[in-house]
């Protein structure tokens, strides 16, 4: 037997989040919340460092949204959703068959929701990767990226007086920096403006991979994948010392490979 | 839908197409009938009046009745080639022509009564002849009438039928308009995340802190109660709006706890100020909503409230992500809130009022001027 389940709560509202943890307290008592985050980035910094085997997120929250941070997570960490309303989300979750429980919480739909994550973790040693595809599927559509039916063929990026053109085929990677999106090409690094989340909806969905929330790679300058200790996923690429990591929602891309 | 009696619905159905026929045939004949014994009655009451042989026995012998079989062969004819329209022709036709109200209804409309009112004549005259025995074609002729006055008078009554058929139409659009605005502003009011936060705010306290939970209850039923009653009001003072305000800020801190704090400041002058209703509600809320619920430590909101050169001036600062936060998923409505009181301002003011956002240091100033009213 494992040692216990530990779970994460992610809620600006400080009372909403107390109270989600007396609920989970007296239907799921060997459950052990490891962390309290108050905002997206703690959520984010917290889900990293110590892995929670489950993350309860509210979507909107200051600093990163809930759908943000899912999209973020490197590790095993399962999701269930907690939110108010969010008409989209929620048609969309259900489509989806993900977990989420609305607010105010009901005792009775937070105890079915539990019994099925319980059933998920207990079965999910390795094998099924299919949740975590329509996790995938369900956050790239509600973040924004759609087709728009025109591809990308080349980036311009300025750099003081000069401009720069560069062929999506020579890129390696895009990354999200706080405010800017880096090109990585095997030679040299370019800044540009527009987000990922737009990227990604521009971009051939057969050469370029979402892997995480804040990188696409490009699967031509693929070189293979590492999994650590903790049995995270990382890319590696073929003209670049460097790794990147691959959140949970995207491991099942490399699985098929 | 507006709720008419079916009279006034058979009525209606009796002059125009429909597409489908939702008053029963007898009643229609019924009304068909009345509408012709009634006209043909006041039109041999009038003519009987105008040639001064009212009560006569010509009169009651010829006048009345031949008046009365006309009308009621118009009514029937209108009756008649409108079923045989509207069984002939295909069901899309019938509801562009219902539903329409440009030039092109008008003069089917009129060509169609101008050709039931001549077809009704034809069969009355027929109907005559035989009925009262007399040739009533060579009566008919005899009298001084002209195919082109009739001509000209079926186009000014189909013209003044036309207008005021429009005229009633555009009304009623307006009517819908209103409420509609009512509906949206309602909508926003009642921003279903709001509501269900704060209620699942109440729950979790219930149990833990009973005072606080009954006092957030009570600061959200003040809101609500404010909002409607706002919403069905014409205007209302600022000290209302202020406490509303009140309500909906104090609401927001049992919510977000340390993260926000708020000062609302106003002179008695301006707390006696008459202003259209939630105009100042808006921006508080795309304050928090924007600029404050967003940032990870949350912040201040200010409110001030003053009167100085027969303006009234309302200031709402916040220290919030500010006017070049990039725009998030799930929140909306930014611009329509805005839109929506400048539109009102210009309508009620014109240029003597004013609504600005500026960028503050750091967040948002929301700045708006109305004239000073009092009453």
């Given at each position: 037997?494992?040692?216990?389940?530990?779970a994460?709560?992610?809620?600006?509202?400080?009372?909403?989040?107390?109270?989600?943890?007396?609920?989970?307290?007296?239907?799921?008592?060997?459950?052990?919340?490891?962390?309290?985050?108050?905002?997206?980035?703690?959520?984010a910094?917290?889900?990293?460092?110590?892995?929670?085997?489950?993350?309860?997120?509210?979507?909107?929250?200051?600093g990163?949204?809930?759908?943000?941070?899912?999209?973020?997570?490197?590790?095993?960490?399962?999701?269930?959703?907690?939110?108010?309303?969010?008409?989209?989300?929620l048609?969309?979750?259900?489509?989806?068959?993900?977990?989420?429980?609305?607010?105010?919480?009901?005792?009775?739909?937070?105890?079915?929701?539990?019994?099925?994550?319980?059933?998920?973790?207990?079965?999910?040693?390795?094998?099924?990767a299919?949740?975590?595809?329509?996790?995938?599927?369900?956050?790239?559509?509600?973040?924004?990226?759609?087709?728009?039916?025109?591809?990308?063929r080349?980036?311009?990026?300025?750099?003081?007086?000069?401009?720069?053109?560069?062929?999506?085929?020579?890129?390696?990677?895009?990354?999200?920096?706080?405010?800017y999106?880096?090109?990585?090409?095997?030679?040299?690094?370019?800044?540009?403006?527009?987000?990922?989340?737009?990227?990604?909806?521009?971009?051939?969905?057969?050469?370029?991979?979402?892997?995480?929330?804040?990188?696409?790679?490009?699967?031509?300058?693929?070189?293979?994948?590492?999994?650590?200790?903790?049995?995270?996923?990382?890319?590696?690429?073929?003209?670049?010392?460097?790794e990147?990591?691959?959140?949970?929602?995207y491991?099942?891309?490399?699985?098929?490979? | 839908?507006?709720?008419?009696?079916?009279?006034?619905?058979?009525?209606?159905?009796?002059?125009?197409?429909?597409?489908?026929?939702?008053?029963?045939?007898?009643?229609?004949?019924?009304?068909?009938t009345?509408?012709?014994?009634?006209?043909?009655?006041?039109?041999?009451?009038?003519?009987?009046?105008?040639?001064?042989?009212?009560?006569?026995?010509?009169?009651?012998?010829?006048?009345?009745?031949?008046?009365?079989?006309?009308?009621?062969?118009?009514?029937y004819?209108?009756?008649?080639?409108?079923?045989?329209?509207?069984?002939?022709?295909?069901?899309?036709?019938?509801?562009?022509?219902?539903?329409?109200?440009?030039?092109?209804?008008?003069?089917?409309?009129?060509?169609?009564?101008?050709?039931?009112?001549?077809?009704?004549?034809?069969?009355?005259?027929?109907?005559?002849?035989?009925?009262?025995?007399?040739?009533?074609?060579?009566?008919?002729?005899?009298?001084?009438?002209?195919?082109?006055?009739?001509?000209?008078?079926?186009?000014?009554?189909?013209?003044?039928?036309?207008?005021?058929?429009?005229?009633?139409?555009?009304?009623?659009?307006?009517?819908?308009?209103?409420?509609?605005?009512?509906l949206?502003?309602?909508?926003?009011?009642?921003?279903?995340?709001?509501?269900?936060?704060?209620?699942?705010?109440?729950?979790?306290?219930?149990?833990?802190?009973?005072?606080?939970?009954?006092?957030?209850?009570?600061?959200?039923?003040?809101?609500?109660?404010?909002?409607?009653?706002?919403?069905?009001?014409?205007?209302?003072?600022?000290?209302q709006?202020?406490d509303?305000?009140?309500?909906?800020?104090?609401?927001?801190?049992?919510?977000?706890?340390?993260?926000?704090?708020?000062?609302?400041?106003?002179?008695?002058?301006?707390?006696?100020?008459?202003?259209?209703?939630?105009?100042?509600?808006?921006?508080?809320?795309?304050?928090?909503?924007?600029?404050?619920?967003?940032?990870?430590?949350?912040?201040?909101?200010?409110?001030?409230?003053?009167?100085?050169?027969?303006?009234?001036?309302?200031?709402?600062?916040?220290?919030?992500?500010g006017?070049?936060?990039?725009r998030?998923?799930?929140?909306?409505?930014?611009?329509?809130?805005?839109?929506?009181?400048?539109?009102?301002?210009?309508?009620?003011?014109?240029?003597?009022?004013?609504?600005?956002?500026?960028?503050?240091?750091?967040g948002?100033?929301?700045?708006?001027?109305?004239p000073?009213?009092?009453?």
């Amino acid at each position: 037997m494992p040692s216990a389940v530990t779970a994460l709560i992610a809620d600006d509202e400080p009372h909403l989040a107390q109270y989600l943890k007396e609920q989970l307290a007296q239907l799921w008592p060997e459950l052990a919340i490891v962390a309290m985050a108050r905002n997206g980035n703690e959520a984010a910094a917290q889900i990293a460092a110590l892995r929670p085997d489950l993350a309860f997120l509210d979507i909107q929250m200051p600093g990163l949204s809930g759908l943000e941070v899912a999209q973020g997570i490197e590790g095993e960490t399962r999701v269930v959703f907690v939110t108010a309303y969010d008409e989209y989300a929620l048609e969309a979750f259900e489509h989806a068959a993900l977990d989420y429980v609305l607010k105010p919480v009901k005792t009775e739909r937070l105890a079915k929701a539990l019994a099925r994550v319980r059933l998920s973790l207990a079965g999910a040693a390795e094998g099924d990767a299919e949740p975590d595809a329509r996790l995938a599927r369900t956050l790239q559509q509600l973040l924004g990226a759609q087709a728009t039916g025109q591809t990308l063929r080349y980036i311009r990026a300025s750099q003081g007086e000069l401009m720069h053109q560069i062929a999506v085929d020579e890129v390696v990677y895009f990354h999200a920096d706080e405010k800017y999106t880096c090109v990585q090409t095997a030679t040299a690094e370019y800044l540009i403006r527009t987000p990922i989340t737009e990227l990604v909806a521009q971009l051939d969905p057969q050469s370029f991979w979402q892997v995480h929330r804040s990188t696409i790679i490009n699967l031509a300058h693929l070189a293979g994948t590492r999994r650590d200790e903790l049995s995270r996923l990382y890319v590696r690429f073929r003209a670049l010392a460097r790794e990147l990591p691959v959140s949970r929602a995207y491991v099942h891309l490399f699985k098929s490979m | 839908m507006n709720a008419t009696s079916p009279f006034k619905q058979a009525w209606s159905e009796h002059w125009r197409l429909q597409a489908e026929s939702r008053t029963p045939l007898w009643f229609l004949l019924l009304i068909s009938t009345g509408a012709g014994l009634v006209l043909g009655a006041a039109i041999g009451v009038l003519a009987g009046w105008l040639g001064e042989q009212l009560g006569a026995a010509h009169w009651w012998s010829y006048t009345l009745p031949a008046n009365v079989i006309t009308m009621l062969c118009v009514s029937y004819t209108f009756q008649l080639v409108r079923r045989g329209l509207q069984a002939a022709l295909p069901r899309a036709t019938l509801q562009r022509l219902g539903g329409a109200r440009d030039w092109r209804a008008a003069l089917f409309y009129m060509f169609y009564s101008m050709f039931c009112v001549a077809l009704g004549f034809a069969i009355a005259l027929w109907v005559m002849s035989w009925a009262l025995q007399i040739d009533a074609w060579r009566i008919f002729t005899l009298q001084n009438f002209s195919i082109p006055q009739f001509i000209v008078t079926s186009i000014v009554i189909s013209v003044l039928v036309h207008l005021s058929s429009r005229w009633r139409w555009q009304r009623q659009q307006q009517r819908l308009k209103a409420s509609e605005a009512q509906l949206r502003l309602l909508q926003a009011q009642i921003e279903p995340h709001f509501l269900f936060n704060t209620l699942a705010n109440v729950q979790s306290l219930i149990d833990v802190d009973a005072p606080l939970a009954k006092r957030m209850l009570e600061a959200f039923t003040d809101y609500l109660r404010a909002s409607l009653q706002q919403l069905r009001s014409d205007s209302c003072s600022l000290a209302q709006e202020l406490d509303m305000a009140q309500s909906y800020l104090s609401l927001m801190q049992a919510r977000m706890a340390d993260r926000l704090a708020f000062r609302i400041e106003a002179s008695e002058a301006a707390r006696g100020a008459r202003l259209p209703p939630l105009l100042l509600q808006p921006l508080i809320e795309n304050a928090i909503h924007h600029g404050l619920e967003p940032k990870l430590e949350g912040g201040h909101i200010v409110i001030e409230a003053s009167v100085a050169q027969g303006q009234l001036r309302l200031t709402v600062r916040d220290d919030g992500l500010g006017l070049d936060a990039p725009r998030r998923s799930g929140r909306r409505g930014h611009g329509m809130a805005l839109a929506n009181i400048r539109a009102r301002l210009q309508s009620r003011y014109g240029e003597r009022a004013s609504l600005q956002l500026q960028a503050a240091e750091p967040g948002t100033q929301a700045l708006l001027e109305v004239p000073y009213e009092t009453n």
